[in-house]
């Protein structure tokens, strides 16, 4: 029989939660706050007596957000699209295939993504740069497909491994090729880890911050982690502004996850437990 959680365990969740969430509470206070109470004694109070919103239209108003918003949905939609496409199909290839090297190949892929950022960060912008590729969004698209890809086809080899192969033999038994089976059969069932793979994929492109930083240098280019960061003014430091922003960047991606947050832990944990 399973025990039921006592008043210790609640109150250990209700003060892990607090330490989560007090960045992000710290940060949508501060942004709300008028200038006046970002600076001085009222800057560490937790609340303020004169909420405002002004922050917020300063962001829009002031700088081309829309243009960064815009800049990184592009980016991190086409990546996760393209990253997701081409992991689903070497990860069931390496899942339901057979053929010799298979766990050579799938130790190369973990190996790439073992390279920091920093150490790749100078041959790809060379790269880049000589085909003409920065300052545009496949300049981004490429890297971020470099540094997703590898997590990409683990997940989904974990998650394709789970799915019976007696469905594919039943369906050669129909007279079905390689791929109508891939199509009709296999993905389907493989939604929940393909759109858990997904989310983690747009994550992990909307957040990235050096790449973008360094190959798109133009205003028209720039992300939203790169616009933010660019918020400095020549005297003071818009904290307002930087707070303001960080909450309308942060609120999607909180929402998104808590609204599929079944299927990432379906996804997630889909591959962990044999039948």
């Known amino acids: 029989m399973n025990k039921k959680a006592g008043p210790l365990f609640y109150i250990f969740l209700a003060i892990f939660?607090?330490?989560?969430?007090?960045?992000?509470?710290?940060?949508?206070?501060?942004?709300?706050?008028?200038?006046?109470?970002?600076?001085?004694d009222k800057a560490f109070t937790p609340f303020t007596s004169k909420p405002t919103l002004e922050n917020y239209v300063s962001v829009f108003v002031n700088y081309p957000f829309l243009r960064y918003l815009w800049?990184?949905?592009?980016?991190?939609?086409?990546?996760?699209?393209y990253t997701v496409l081409i992991a689903?199909?070497?990860?069931?290839?390496?899942?339901?295939l057979k053929f010799k090297g298979k766990t050579i190949i799938l130790g190369l892929v973990l190996s790439v993504s073992m390279f920091p950022q920093i150490a790749t960060i100078s041959p790809i912008y060379i790269l880049l740069k000589n085909i003409g590729l920065t300052n545009s969004y496949l300049g981004l698209i490429i890297p971020y497909t470099t540094i997703t890809l590898p997590l990409s086809i683990w997940i989904l080899v974990t998650f394709f491994r789970k799915i019976p192969f007696d469905l594919e033999e039943a369906a050669k038994m129909d007279g079905a090729t390689l791929m109508q089976t891939y199509w009709k059969v296999i993905l389907p069932l493989a939604v929940p880890g393909i759109f858990t793979t997904a989310i983690l994929v747009f994550i992990a492109a909307w957040n990235e911050f050096l790449?973008?930083?360094?190959?798109n240098t133009e205003d028209k280019f720039k992300t939203v982690p790169v616009g933010i960061a660019m918020f400095e003014?020549?005297?003071?430091?818009?904290?307002?502004?930087?707070?303001?922003a960080t909450i309308i960047v942060t609120v999607p991606l909180v929402i998104m996850v808590l609204l599929f947050q079944r299927r990432i832990v379906s996804g997630l944990t889909s591959g962990a437990v044999k039948e």
């Open 88 to 96: 689903s199909f070497t990860a069931y290839a390496i899942a339901r």
């Open 211 to 215: 790449f973008a930083l360094t190959i």
């Open 17 to 40: 939660v607090f330490i989560v969430m007090f960045p992000f509470l710290w940060m949508l206070v501060s942004s709300i706050k008028p200038i006046s109470e970002l600076f001085g």
């Open 233 to 244: 003014g020549q005297f003071t430091v818009p904290w307002g502004d930087i707070t303001a």
């Open 71 to 81: 800049n990184s949905f592009v980016v991190s939609g086409i990546t996760t699209v």
